[in-house]
């Protein structure tokens, strides 16, 4: 996301040096007295990449505010911003000791480097610290926000581990899923830079550009969520950086698959379901994982399915982009928020 | 816990009412409008047993307050009761992954029935909506002190990992991890009603009685896990009602084990170093660890190392009691809190 904003536009500038801050605030406050723990959140920062979530917050913040350098809402959009990233890195830990996942940013995860108690324990680590962090700020209608944003995504991925290897899976449910384990954080921190301004329930006027910001983040998370799904399927571990085919391995279908399952007359839906069941048989090596993916998504792909879900994508976009087009009035942020929404759609990795 | 307080006393009465309103606001919080997540919660609401943590909460605020209705204290105390049992059952779920345990209060566990996946989700459920439920208070001060608290847990936790199959494990490290993982969170029950008197930081005449609660809950709370050690090296599943010889089979070095160790010439050295490292071989039965634990806790039974423990935890006791004795005027609340610091000792389950 980030070469989206060159250094040298002021709105480029400023945002980089308010990510290195929100990056100070994330490491400040992950700071142990053991050494033990330390280790383990270096290794952590390391998955740092897009800061999508930051950059959603910051952003929102300037867009709504009208100003660049936030005035008096600064630090505590910083540290809102810090709060959504360590809430997401959490959801990360967690997510690949779900998915056996063995790759991360280029990395090993800690699940693979270190066992899953480990990982377990330090996804734990870092949501109470995202929570301490968020007391902080002394509102406890933000720290109740960002509670009821990960009641949300727990909920999401409850719903699709119940749902695992489910061929009936429907459109609905998939979208029901995505919506909370995924753009629930990402509408939160378009929205959280709003709620700011107003102490308690009192938005009053802003509400509707409450609701606007949090839409567009709602709509950009499901279709970035849509996107992943698709680079689980049919991308290979180098160019995306991390473990690919974790959806297959695990039972989990995603959008393209549940449409090409909907479309397939009998004899192809026995075909896809006996790879499926295949691709998620116990103990399967990663290259063979991987290489039944690519079957899967050459068929999803001739039968349009592929297609389908990325214009599903697409049109999120579109409406994500309407959303702010609507609510905010034009300046280089909100040209920024245009672009972040396009930028989903093209990303590889 | 409960036993300790008969129904036909006022105070009984009053704490037992108390603690089904607790209950009430604990499911009240959970309930989800997806029928897996409840599902899930009815499982868990299951591995409620003593309620040792909310009984802390009510019977300190009672003893500081010094009245048994708790006055206009009723609802944050009963709330903040609620939020500690939420965080305890988070802990509880996680460990039992942590553990591979496969029995809880009798039933199966969590990730034995479904999965280490749903394991791991249901617990950050369970934590998430402990935050969520503290912020519905509105103090911010007592959102931070429980995020405090679970980032000291998770250290706890982490710090044990860390020491796995350490046979140099010193007294002074164990103390800490069970300090923070366990006693942690019973200090911040004693402490939560005094906070909750005041808001801010202006505790002021309270700090001490603050601080002596506090003490009183930490060394409960170290006794009370140096016995829960004792009964997993030394119990049997059918009286403890819980998977038992868990330590050993995960490396976990405990009190009677490192004391024994310290003591031992290097022939006894070894053959204990033998049986640990037996006990933690991969695809153990449970039964074949339990009969290795036994082996071990009569050897170490045989040093009088068991009997060392056993001496940590009365100590602890009787300097949690003097703690309670010097801050708090008689009331039969005081009386309820010393009487729990000596069940603590006595419990065999």
Redesign the interface.
């Known amino acids: 996301m980030l070469l989206l904003t060159p250094h040298d536009t002021q709105l480029g500038s400023n945002l980089s040096a308010m990510l290195d801050q929100v990056q100070q605030r994330f490491s400040a406050e992950l700071l142990?007295d053991?050494a033990?723990?330390n280790n383990?959140v270096d290794h952590v920062e390391r998955y740092r990449g897009k800061m999508l979530r930051p950059t959603l917050v910051i952003v929102s913040a300037m867009a709504a505010g009208e100003r660049e350098d936030l005035g008096e809402l600064r630090g505590p959009v910083l540290t809102v911003a810090a709060v959504c990233e360590m809430v997401h890195m959490a959801t990360l830990v967690?997510d690949d000791?779900?998915d056996d996942a063995q790759v991360r940013r280029r990395g090993a995860t800690i699940n693979q480097l270190?066992?899953?108690?480990?990982a377990?324990?330090?996804?734990?680590?870092l949501?109470?610290?995202a929570?301490?962090l968020?007391?902080?700020?002394?509102?406890?209608?933000i720290?109740?926000a960002?509670?009821?944003a990960?009641?949300t995504?727990?909920?999401g991925?409850?719903?699709q581990?119940?749902n695992r290897h489910n061929l009936d899976l429907e459109e609905r449910v998939y979208f029901e899923i995505i919506r909370r384990k995924t753009a629930a954080l990402c509408g939160l921190c378009c929205e959280l830079p709003v709620r700011l301004r107003h102490p308690g329930a009192e938005a009053n006027g802003d509400q509707r550009l409450a609701q606007s910001l949090f839409a567009y983040g709602e709509k950009l998370g499901i279709a970035f969520q849509i996107v992943d799904d698709i680079l689980d399927l049919s991308g290979d571990e180098h160019t995306v950086g991390k473990s690919v085919a974790r959806d297959l391995a695990?039972g989990k279908l995603t959008l393209p698959v549940i449409r090409h399952l909907q479309q397939a007359d009998t004899a192809e839906r026995e075909v896809v379901a006996g790879l499926l069941a295949r691709a998620a048989e116990e103990g399967l090596d990663d290259s063979a994982a991987q290489q039944i993916a690519h079957t899967v998504a050459d068929r999803v792909t001739d039968s349009g399915a592929m297609d389908y879900a990325r214009q599903w994508a697409r049109r999120l976009v579109d409406q994500a982009t309407e959303e702010v087009l609507s609510a905010i009035k034009p300046s280089p942020a909100r040209d920024l928020m245009q672009a972040m929404a396009g930028a989903v759609i093209d990303r590889r990795f």
Not at 134 to 141: A, E, F, K, V
């Open positions: 142990s053991t033990c723990v383990l967690h000791v779900l270190r066992g899953n108690e480990t377990v324990m330090l996804g734990d680590y949501i109470s610290h929570y301490h968020c007391s902080s700020i002394g509102r406890t209608d720290s109740r960002v509670a009821h990960t009641n995504v727990c909920e991925e409850l719903l581990l119940s695990k």
